[in-house]
């Protein structure tokens, strides 16, 4: 049997085990499920930042956030059902998608990251000054599912199934001209230009695409949580966001899901017995840097495979540098 | 607005970029010569005006609180620097990745120890109250902050421009490889500079303290006010620093005064503006 075959059966048996979980624990966990595969589905969609376009951003809680705000408050001033208020809340996020871009795009390394987060910092200000329009502290009134799959179990099942839709649409991104193209910057800026493509083009492309899919991620959780907060916009929770991709491992399609997984149920278990789940971050992201910088997958993965090249061909990747240094 | 009030809303705004120098001079000095963003300097100015407020409390010398923030900051953020950023030296990502760890596990910690609630530091007895400036009644402790940033400015020059430790400061930001192909030893210098961008901050949060209180975000948000003003100014950049947090300061203290709602949008406007002509910040480039 095939690689590709055995992953494509290996995927599949995951998710049909992951559909048949509220047949296997109770009401709780199916909820920590729930959190988790929209994490899951925030974690790869930010991978085609860090992963594909080699650009880290620390920022995505800003769009995940601006999303769960913009579903509830259709769905309050607005009156609208579920599904016009998300495709709503999509549209709205790619737009501010599209000024975190504009920011960001020319530079890479730790200009990227330093714009990233103090736009995704811009969100969280927002959400908790401009008390008028996102009710401040107190946050704002959601919960509103999809009519019909109102109950925790069905709409466990619609998360799923939006998680797996975009991970096929994700994957086949990844493989089409334009995830090439994106890729093709990643390594070699350089080269792109001198083929007449604009590398910071390209990365536009590769981050409104990861923030319509943290949209998408941003409705799923309004419709999960009964409040959507200002802690939702947190520089922490951009961090978890990030934390998920890297340990989870960049450089595979569904490590940052499992990276998802694993945070989300170890949050769950943590919160519960110390208050210290900051802590027990920062120790694993310290942790993940130092021992495990290809994450879960990428670790297991190359424990699995011994390579089969005895000498493999090194992505020839231009150094980052922050621009305007050195 | 009328002219006193304005009068008065520039000087606080002044004061506020004095401060936010005092923070943001170290950020900046790191980055230009170890290529670090560190992260964990909010959580270096957080740490220092916990420090202080526990000196304080103690001895009640408002001197020895400074010190003991500004030396204990230097002192651990030179710890972390052996034990944990040394290992990862020279690949830019691990380096920023690592600093976030340390300050969410910095941070929580300091939470644990010291609670949510936000602590002020009062001001010593020496600058307490006000004083009358031209004809505007403004609280001495701000001014003796504008003191204070312009004298540190002024220090932070003169160690890079005129003696033998600052050419070598700058010789290493220019060709570190070259630097250490003459015998000197690059890994110190750099260590030497982490420690002094630590201490800027531990001080500044004795300072900060006294300005804003001391409590769980305020790392955070320090941060945030170091990034603006490097972004702003130029990363990298002294000038570019102090340029930064002029423009920082006086945006903040009039965006409190005329828009408290949109206080993020007002501070960010002037950023993204910033980024899209300039990428680099306004004085972008080298110390």
Not at chain 1, 18 to 46: D, N, Q, R
Not at chain 2, 231 to 257: M, N, R
Request: a positive charge; charged letters at 10%; hydrophobic letters at 55%.
């Amino acid at each position: 049997m095939s690689d590709r075959n055995r992953n494509v059966i290996g995927v599949v048996v995951l998710v049909v085990a992951a559909a048949l979980l509220p047949y296997i624990v109770g009401e709780y966990w199916v909820g920590i499920g729930t959190e988790a595969a929209i994490f899951a589905i925030v974690a790869i969609g930010l991978n085609v930042l860090i992963g594909l376009g080699g650009l880290v951003s620390v920022g995505h809680a800003g769009l995940f956030a601006a999303s769960a705000y913009a579903t509830s408050l259709a769905q309050q001033r607005l009156d609208l059902d579920f599904v016009t208020s998300g495709l709503v809340a999509i549209t709205v996020t790619l737009l501010i998608t599209a000024v975190f871009a504009v920011a960001a795009v020319r530079t890479t390394g730790m200009y990227f990251l330093m714009i990233t987060l103090a736009a995704g910092m811009l969100v969280w200000g927002l959400a908790h000054r401009w008390s008028s329009l996102t009710g401040g502290e107190n946050g704002s009134v959601s919960g509103v599912r999809p009519g019909g799959l109102t109950r925790y179990y069905q709409y466990y099942w619609v998360v799923l199934a939006v998680l797996v839709v975009v991970a096929l649409l994700l994957w086949a991104f990844q493989r089409s001209p334009a995830g090439m193209r994106v890729r093709a910057t990643r390594d070699s800026a350089a080269r792109m230009t001198s083929l007449g493509y604009s590398p910071a083009g390209q990365r536009f492309v590769a981050f409104l695409v990861s923030g319509a899919v943290t949209g998408v991620a941003g409705v799923l959780y309004a419709g999960y949580y009964p409040v959507v907060s200002p802690s939702t916009a947190h520089l922490s929770m951009s961090i978890l966001f990030m934390l998920m991709v890297i340990a989870g491992g960049s450089a595979v399609f569904l490590g940052p899901a499992v990276g998802a997984v694993v945070l989300t149920v170890l949050r769950a278990a943590v919160s519960a017995e110390t208050a210290r789940w900051a802590t027990v971050m920062g120790v694993i992201l310290v942790a993940v840097v130092l021992f495990a910088p290809e994450g879960i997958t990428g670790t297991v993965r190359d424990r699995l495979r011994p390579r089969r090249d005895p000498d493999p061909p090194v992505a020839v990747r231009e150094p980052v540098t922050a621009q305007g240094q050195r | 607005m009328s002219g006193g009030e304005l009068l008065l809303t520039t000087f606080n705004g002044l004061s506020f970029a004095g401060l936010l120098f005092l923070v943001a001079s170290g950020f900046t000095l790191i980055f230009s010569l170890m290529g670090v963003l560190n992260l964990a300097h909010g959580t270096f100015y957080l740490w220092g005006g916990y420090i202080g407020l526990v000196t304080l409390a103690a001895t009640g010398s408002w001197l020895l609180a400074l010190l003991a923030g500004a030396l204990g900051v230097a002192l651990g953020g030179g710890v972390l620097e052996r034990l944990v950023f040394r290992r990862v030296r020279g690949m830019e990502l691990n380096e920023v990745l690592l600093s976030v760890g340390i300050s969410l596990v910095l941070a929580d910690l300091a939470l644990a120890q010291f609670g949510g609630d936000s602590l002020t530091i009062a001001p010593p007895a020496a600058l307490a109250g006000s004083i009358e400036l031209g004809g505007l009644v403004v609280p001495r402790f701000r001014l003796a902050v504008i003191v204070a940033a312009v004298l540190v400015m002024i220090g932070l020059a003169v160690l890079l421009r005129r003696t033998r430790v600052g050419a070598i400061i700058r010789a290493g930001v220019d060709d570190e490889e070259m630097l250490d192909a003459l015998g000197l030893n690059v890994r110190r210098v750099a260590a030497a500079v982490f420690v002094l961008g630590a201490l800027l901050a531990g001080a500044s949060g004795v300072v900060g303290g006294v300005f804003f209180g001391v409590y769980p975000g305020a790392d955070a948000e320090m941060l945030l006010f170091a990034l603006v003003v490097v972004v702003v100014g130029g990363l990298g950049s002294l000038h570019g620093a102090v340029v930064g947090s002029v423009v920082v300061g006086l945006v903040y203290s009039f965006g409190v005064a005329l828009a408290p709602d949109l206080l993020y949008f007002v501070l960010f406007g002037p950023m993204l503006l910033v980024l899209v002509v300039r990428p680099r910040g306004i004085l972008g480039g080298r110390l």
